[in-house]
């Protein structure tokens, strides 16, 4: 199942820390530090299209990749999305929110509400991720 | 666990169709067709702080809503979120988006497209939500 229009068909959707087959955990490049996409990696539009095997395998993996970035990041709050409105292919935003983000406490795709820039994260970060999610329990691919 | 200055703690949050003891959904008063809440009853901040098995359920319960409202209001996509920023007490927005709608493709945080009310729904909409998530396989309270 792919779709050739498809971004998350045709490429990772950022830098990747994980993949065990059926879905991935990448790194975003947007401006808000440890954004993270977890992508069901083949082209299904809706969770309850999924058999509810892969439904409880994606959201494992979805909160192995929240509970590595409070570990690292201590962020205020983690937020979690499944849009889909744009791109119609499975995919979830885990992201570290912090007090003074130039968005909080609004959704990041809200109005912003101060200049603060990204934090930077360091340089092991993607590294200190993946070696996290990996290690998290009950992630049977 | 409550908190005397929350909100979800002090109030259902919206009509209740669905409450099992551990959490509930509600229709939200909010001005899009369908818009449901799935609220854990206790306090508890982030999904990461329940342990995997109340996890599990609390997203079986939201993906039962999402079954629900596809069964009943065939939306072009359904939109999943968790965030608590302003209320940290874990709560999911299970929305239910059509092409038209007032922020489509944006998120129903994001900028507003076009002037479209919020679609109509049937007034005996609240019940036959409430015996379609009732009824759905797997949600052992």
């Known amino acids: 199942m792919t779709d050739s229009t498809c971004v998350f068909c045709g490429g990772a959707g950022g830098r ?3 993949d065990d087959g059926r879905c991935r955990v ?18 299904v539009r809706e969770m309850t299209d999924l058999i509810p095997a ?6 494992n993996v979805v ?11 201590s962020p205020h709050k983690v937020n979690l999305s499944s849009f889909g409105n744009v791109v119609p292919h499975l995919h979830w935003h ?6 003074d983000d130039s968005h909080f406490p609004n959704p ?3 109005n912003r509400i101060r200049e603060t820039p990204a934090r930077a994260v360091a340089t092991d970060f ?7 999610i990996a290690a998290a329990e009950g992630l049977v691919p």
Chains 1, 2 share one sequence.
């Open 94 to 99: 885990v992201v570290p929110r912090f007090a």
């Open 16 to 18: 990747v820390v994980y």
């Open 63 to 73: 909160f192995a990749t929240e509970a590595a970035l409070r570990e690292l990041l």
């Open 54 to 59: 892969d439904r409880r395998h994606l959201m």
């Open 108 to 110: 990041i795709w809200g």
């Open 26 to 43: 990448v790194i975003a490049d947007e401006p808000f530090a440890g954004f993270c996409r977890v992508v069901w990696n083949a082209h």
């Open 126 to 132: 993607p590294h200190r991720l993946a070696v996290r």
